[in-house]
């Protein structure tokens, strides 16, 4: 049979097309903060939150079935297949606004790459070494967040937001022939099926049937309820930060550019270094209890701050709390099935998906609430003061305390998650504990 792709399949091809699909949606930070406002300069929270729901509401529906999908017709087709669908608004960004964000929502449909990249790492890793893969995935989503938001804020002041939109497209087909050329399948021959009409089931690709399932193991249970509560408030906050900077704290999208690279770095540093560091220290369970930790402290810095210094500082403690979800990855991996990772990793990412779409949605309802808006989009020069706003004086980030919250929650929950699930689960609990085990690090991606 004839081999495709450049080598053996490995955790770096799957570095390589997570750091360019992201790196282009990078450089789109500024011009992306400007046509939104430009296209709904009223409640634009609020449009913001709805349009990536839709997204988010999509990405659960479709993410079950991409697994199953994948884990029958192997991976390759279908990161091909996500990456080209997430990357195809791209373009649309200055011919069409109204169908940029209109692809955008539509989109979610195909929008889960990290459910088939930690598939595809599960595949080319054992348990020992799966926590480090997907730190370093993970890392990898920070740092293409590190310097393409700045090349991006730069091109677009010297040159236009027409040449940042032109290098973004470029960088996803770049991604695209990588799929195409050098990257080889990691679904052995002997796990997936010959033929392409193999059936598939509607109980793999039924959206709500890792929801049904949860109840049938308790450490799964508990994990599950982590894991929503504590994505919940990020999968709001990464949709809505950064205008949450331009409006309320008036960064400047320079500023806001540096403010990325600098999270990101520390991320990196977090997900790798301190992530390994911890994992051997303190264990599984107790790593995600101070990723938890710190996720809570900067929720309720980020709700209650009103000065640019405040962002900074936690900024530093989000980039620590991006080590909470290789750890739960961790936890559950050695319960894996090797044939059943797509499937799994679909349904966990369904659960994910389901934040995407509840989290912006949320928090565009509290900021127009609250009614925080985009009254303009240049930022204010002199003293950083807040819009004397009845409730929003008090709490300048009313989603992000709410957040907190929620994480607080997550955290008890999370004491009662055993260190270790058992090995001898019963069927059921295995494909169910794959799900937890490929949980799709993007919440720290969120952080960023």
């Not at 409640?43 to 029958?72: E, R, Y």
């Not at 991976?75 to 996500?82: A, D, E, G, I, P």
């Not at 996720?295 to 620590?320: R, T």
Request: charged residues 10%; aromatic residues 12%.
């Amino acid at each position: 049979m004839l081999q495709q792709g450049i080598g053996r399949p490995s955790v770096y091809h799957a570095v390589v097309v997570i750091f360019l699909e992201f790196f282009a949606w990078g450089l789109l930070t500024t011009p992306m903060l400007t046509v939104l406002h430009e296209t709904f300069p009223q409640h634009t929270f609020l449009m913001n939150g709805l349009i990536q729901g839709v997204k988010g509401l999509l990405s659960f529906m479709s993410a079950p079935l991409i697994g199953a999908l994948s884990d029958v017709w192997g991976r390759r087709s279908f990161l091909l297949v996500t990456v080209f669908f997430t990357c195809a608004p791209i373009p649309l960004m200055r011919l069409s606004p109204w169908w940029y964000f209109a692809m955008i929502s539509m989109s979610g449909a195909f929008s889960v790459t990290f459910s088939v990249i930690f598939a595809y790492v599960a595949d080319v890793t054992d348990e020992r070494e799966r926590s480090t893969a997907y730190g370093l995935v993970s890392a990898t989503f920070a740092a293409s967040l590190v310097t393409s938001p700045a090349i991006g804020a730069y091109l677009s002041a010297w040159y236009g937001d027409n040449l940042v939109v032109l290098v973004a497209t470029l960088i996803a087909l770049a991604d695209i022939c990588f799929i195409l050329l050098a990257v080889p399948e990691s679904l052995p021959d002997k796990m997936r099926l010959n033929t392409w009409g193999a059936p598939i089931s509607w109980e793999q690709a039924d959206p709500f049937a890792s929801l049904r399932k949860v109840g049938q193991d308790p450490t799964v249970l508990l994990i599950c309820i982590t894991v929503f509560l504590s994505y919940l408030p990020e999968a709001g906050q990464y949709s809505s930060f950064f205008l949450y900077l331009r409006q309320v704290i008036n960064f400047s999208s320079t500023t806001i550019a540096v403010f990325i690279g600098v999270v990101g770095i520390l991320s990196i540093v977090a997900q790798t270094l301190i992530l390994t560091l911890l994992m051997r220290t303190l264990g599984n369970k107790n790593t995600v209890l101070l990723g938890l930790g710190f996720q809570i402290l900067q929720l309720a810095w980020y709700g209650f701050g009103s000065e640019p210094w405040m962002m900074w500082a936690a900024g530093a403690v989000a980039a620590m709390s991006s080590i909470t979800f290789p750890a739960v990855s961790a936890l559950v991996s050695q319960s894996a099935d090797p044939d059943k990772q797509g499937v799994v990793q679909g349904m966990i990412t369904g659960i994910r998906g389901l934040c995407n779409g509840l989290g912006p949605a949320l928090y565009g309802f509290i900021f127009f609430l609250f009614n925080v808006e985009l009254d303009t989009m240049d930022p204010i020069q002199g003293d950083f003061n807040i819009d004397p706003l009845p409730l929003h004086s008090l709490i300048p980030g009313p989603p992000f305390l709410l957040g907190a919250c929620t994480v607080v929650i997550a955290f008890i929950v999370a004491l009662f998650i055993p260190e270790k699930p058992s090995s001898s689960s019963s069927s059921p609990q295995l494909s169910l504990s794959d799900n937890d085990e490929d949980f799709e690090p993007l919440l720290q991606d969120s952080i960023v």
